[in-house]
């Protein structure tokens, strides 16, 4: 992640291989290049994500992307031209990253609260880091308390991953770092006065100008370490005070890993490739790698899918360089949930072979506390987890891992004070 020279505002500065020329800088917008189709492969489970992304248009070069400096509205800004059809978008938004970053600096940093009614669906469903909120009042409410919290919060947007268009639909994954100092009373206390930097990730659907669900990790474990509050302690307080019924996701059947009692078989090998092609089938590549290695068990997998120099960025702060710290971060989670099983709910992705891809993925699972690796002493307690991911790749190899999961969540599910309520 690169700095603008005054060491403050994080920006992306990322370039594909060979960047297409698809927008000239004094000029109007150029075409961009056509849809990637993604039919259904032979071989593969036709799950119903999977058929979504089947359908969904793959942007596959880079000529709408985060560019720095994105975010700020100028007084008197006229709207640009647009880049992409847009139908039911307000004029003012050139393309779909453009909604998304300016949407974000409109609510938070011009403190436009109101504005989220303009740009949410009354009944929008958001998924974060404490459980499931249904309807925009619950974002209202949330949002300002957030920003009495840190009024001097900035949101920096280091990249936005997108999919789809205005006929089925956008998907984006904004990944942005939140700057900001901690001089108003909240939920956790009263302020601190202490300074905050931490990133966040927020996965969006959005229909003509509206989200209609989204899934945020704010980072909370990390917020509340930076600001001395004892996370453990706040996690409990909170599972106390939500009760079970509000944690995590509570239609816990059998982890779906063993079909049937037979043991976990590795992932199906690809049909042919997109459109037909012999490129990388992105779709297949991800779903195969999170199976492999949460359900199959097969840590190895990390050493084909990532490069040995892969840098990686993990929930509260976590961070690692190379094959080693990536496969310590998924053994520290199969230790903890032994019996922990993972499926991907979404994947959609910007790019091509020779330049590189950008993939966005969503995934869930579920497990039993009955490991000492991240969380201490076993509670027995069955949780949900969730996360999302996002995936830098070059020649067919993951190069950069930016990876968020409901961890504050998942602490409140094990540490609140009621007996276990175990499957029997």
């Given amino acids: 992640m690169s700095r603008t020279e005054n060491g403050d505002a994080p920006v992306d500065r990322r370039q594909p291989a060979t960047t297409p020329a698809t927008t000239d800088e004094a000029g109007p917008a150029k075409a961009a290049a056509p849809a990637q189709d993604h039919p259904a492969r032979a071989g593969h489970p036709a799950t119903g994500p999977a058929d979504r ?27 640009g031209e647009r880049r992409q059809p847009m139908r039911g978008f307000e004029d003012q938004y050139t393309d779909i990253v453009d909604y998304i970053v300016r949407i974000t600096h409109r609510i938070w940093e011009d403190q436009d609260v109101g504005y989220i009614y303009d ?8 998924h974060d880091d404490s459980g499931l909120k249904v309807g925009v009042e619950p974002l209202v409410t949330g949002t300002m308390a957030n920003i009495h919290a840190f009024p001097d919060c900035r949101h920096y947007a280091d990249e936005v991953i997108w999919a789809g268009d205005d006929s089925d639909g956008f998907v984006t994954s904004h990944r942005a770092q939140n700057i900001g100092t ?8 009263p302020a601190t006065g202490k300074p905050l930097r931490t990133w966040v ?22 917020k509340l370490a930076q600001l001395g509050i004892d996370v453990r302690e706040a996690a409990r307080a909170f599972g106390n005070e939500a009760g079970p019924a509000a944690l995590g996701d ?33 779709d297949h590549f991800v779903r195969a790698l999170f199976h492999d ?49 993972v499926k991907v709910d979404e994947v959609y992705w910007m790019g091509n072979d020779a330049d590189g891809y950008r993939v966005s993925v969503r995934w869930s699972g579920a497990g ?57």
Wanted: aromatic share 10%; glycine share 12%.
């Fill in 293 to 341: 290695v949460y359900n199959r068990r097969d840590l190895s997998a990390i050493d084909r899918a990532y490069t040995p120099g892969v840098r990686w960025y993990g929930t509260s702060d976590r961070t690692g360089y190379g094959r080693s710290d990536v496969r310590g971060m998924a053994r520290a989670l199969l230790a903890t949930f032994p019996d922990l099983g």
């Fill in 53 to 79: 992304a089947a359908r969904r248009h793959m942007p596959s070069d880079y000529g709408i992307a985060l560019r720095p400096g994105n975010g700020a509205d100028l007084p008197g800004r006229l709207p």
């Fill in 368 to 424: 039993t506390h009955r490991g000492h690796a991240l969380y201490g002493r076993p509670t027995g307690r069955r949780v949900h987890l969730w996360g999302l991911s996002q995936l830098y790749m070059s020649q067919g190899m993951i190069t950069e891992d930016w990876a968020l999961f409901n961890e504050f969540d998942v602490l409140a599910q094990l540490l609140r004070d009621d007996p276990p309520n175990l499957p029997g």
């Fill in 119 to 126: 740009t949410y669906a009354p009944g929008c469903r958001l």
């Fill in 182 to 189: 901690h001089t108003g009373d909240w939920q956790w206390g």
């Fill in 250 to 282: 509570q239609r816990l059947g059998d982890v779906e890993r063993l079909v049937g009692g037979r043991k976990p078989l590795p992932y199906p090998k690809p049909g042919r490739g997109p459109a037909g092609a012999d490129g990388l089938d992105v």
């Fill in 201 to 222: 990730m927020a996965n969006c659907e959005v229909v003509e100008n509206e989200i209609t669900e989204e899934w945020v990790l704010y980072n909370t474990a990390s």
